[in-house]
């Protein structure tokens, strides 16, 4: 989402931070192209010049003139006022009200509310242990209620039972009404949108919000509106009242102006992001977080995170014993490769490494994108059981078997089979002299604990800490001894980022053999 901001954001404050001094001169043309990046991305005017005139006021200051390293003090601004235009803190959805709490979803037609209603439930419901009941306020739109109705089912979250002729109003009565019967610690409102904001609409959700008293108002709004973001905020938010902001398709390629400038002309925090079509594509939304990202500064702690929600932690235990052995075969690749899917990919995982978000089109460039892991997997599972548990057999006859199962060649084969002697050689090097960090390894798979003393991993048999609240030497500390491990986070492969063979496999090195 925020790639062209960050790439033009980078080279402009790169060119300060390469500087012994700085003039009030070099701070203003480096303010004029921030402004123009920022404009760029789509950020409203008013945002871009509140933005930049904050930044000159602090960055021409006798603080930042005498400091060592002026241009990164200039930098550090930068983040600052990023992190402030984008909500100095996370917030959450609040549940705390008499049940059932309610949550009402506005916005426009084709902004993602009913799928977002149907993720919102399924989070509540999984995560915070709530049992929700979702109804479709929408009578106009085709098989509206419908849709809403299978998403429950594929969810495993109650929906209101659809009568028809009924209008939007009485079906938000009937719901609050059915949500205390039944015992519902939240009932979630999908309203009915428009193609643009006209009177109808905003009488309909104000009369909405009169018989159902919501405690939460979301307004649901697609990242990639760009400028026309900034007047849809205002008008919901001056008719309707909305408490909070819901970004859906922040894993397009919009430009990020949209999550930038409702915020700052609301003052409304914006809640969740929307990252994908799954139904558990929905993450929280960290301003200091996305600033890092967007200044190429990483997020270490969104990667832990997502480490601890995906790495299953029985498998992990079990495949930590068998390093610990020595022995690595290629089911265990293939569940090394299938975690960093999980975890989005090289992409998503080379975005969220500090000082890291540049090589990722390098890889690409040079041929190890996500499709040399997709070709691995196919590879490996057109082999049997005994043949991914003892390479050794796979000779030319059973080679070319396996190529035309997974529609690759012989020499993609050879590659993967070098990638893995490479891995099962470190992990019998660690299984020996490195015992020790193998049981530190284990420990922090299988819950012992992370690095560090700063407790078990989500999910993992410890409950994890609220990791945006560690500082930075913390963090700092985190990376450092992940980095012990082998230089990855856990189930990331070690040293080497799996299939990667220290960046050589596929796309330089020579052809098998």
């Known amino acids: 989402m925020f790639e062209n901001l960050q790439d033009r954001l980078g080279s402009v404050l790169k060119g300060l931070t390469g500087r012994g ?66 909500g100095a803190e996370g917030v959450t959805i609040d549940l705390n009200a008499p049940s059932p709490v309610v949550i009402m979803m506005v916005g426009l037609q084709g902004s993602g509310k009913t799928t977002t209603t149907g993720k919102i439930a399924a989070r509540l419901t999984n995560r915070d242990r709530k049992r929700v009941l979702m109804a479709s306020l929408d009578t106009r739109r085709p098989a509206a209620q419908e849709q809403l109705k299978q998403i429950g089912e594929q969810v495993k979250v109650d929906t209101l039972p659809v009568i028809k002729g009924q209008d939007p109003v009485a079906i938000a009565k009937r719901a609050v009404q059915a949500a205390k019967l039944g015992g519902h610690d939240v009932v979630i409102l999908d309203t009915a949108g428009r ?55 922040m894993d397009g390629d919009g430009r990020g102006g949209a ?13 969740l992001i929307g990252t994908g079509e799954k139904m558990d594509a929905l993450e929280e939304f960290h301003p200091k977080r996305i600033a890092d990202r967007i200044l190429g500064m ?10 601890a929600e995906t ?7 079990a495949m930590a014993e068998k390093m610990a052995k020595g022995k690595f075969d290629l089911d265990d690749m293939s569940e090394q490769l299938k975690q960093m899917q999980n975890m989005g990919g090289m992409g998503g995982i080379m ?22 892991f997709r070709r691995q997997l196919a590879i490996i599972s057109s082999m049997t059981r005994y043949e991914r548990a003892h390479p050794d057999v796979l000779k030319n006859s059973r080679k070319k078997r396996i190529a035309a199962g997974s529609g690759t060649s012989a020499a993609d084969i050879n590659k993967l089979l070098k990638m893995h002697r490479q891995m099962a050689d470190m992990m019998k090097a660690m299984g020996g002299k490195g015992k ?17 003393g700063m407790g078990g991993m989500g999910g993992m048999g410890g409950g994890m800490p609220d990791l945006s609240k ?14 012990s491990l082998g230089g990855g986070l856990p189930g990331l492969g070690g040293p080497k980022l799996p299939g990667l063979g220290g960046f050589g496999g596929f796309g330089k090195g020579k052809k098998g053999k």
């Open 195 to 249: 193609t643009h904001i006209d009177e109808p609409l905003m009488v309909e959700m104000a009369e909405i919000r009169k018989v159902s008293n919501p405690h939460e108002i979301l307004l649901v709004a697609d990242s990639l509106t760009g400028q026309d973001a900034v007047n849809l905020a205002r008008n919901f938010d001056s008719r309707v009242g909305i408490t909070g902001l819901v970004l859906t398709r």
């Open 436 to 452: 020790g960090k193998m049981k530190q390894m284990m420990g922090m798979l299988g819950g012992g604990g992370m690095p560090g």
């Open 351 to 372: 975005g969220m490494m500090p000082g890291m978000g540049g090589m990722k089109d390098k890889l690409a460039a040079a041929g190890m994108d996500d499709s040399v």
């Open 21 to 86: 001094a700085l003039s009030e001169a070099d701070v203003a043309a480096a303010l004029r192209e921030v402004r123009r990046a920022l404009l760029e991305a789509d950020v409203a005017l008013e945002v871009v010049r509140d933005f930049t005139a904050k930044v000159k006021e602090k960055a021409v200051g006798a603080d930042v003139v005498k400091s060592i390293k002026p241009g990164q003090m200039v930098v550090k601004i930068v983040h600052d006022e990023l992190v402030e235009m984008l």
């Open 298 to 307: 990483g997020d270490i702690v969104s990667l832990v995170e997502k480490a």
């Open 311 to 317: 790495i299953d932690a029985d498998k992990a235990r």
């Open 259 to 271: 999550a930038l400038s409702m915020r700052a002309v609301t003052g409304k925090p914006i809640k």
């Open 470 to 483: 560690l500082d930075a030497n913390q963090l700092a500390e985190l990376q450092k001894q992940a980095g």
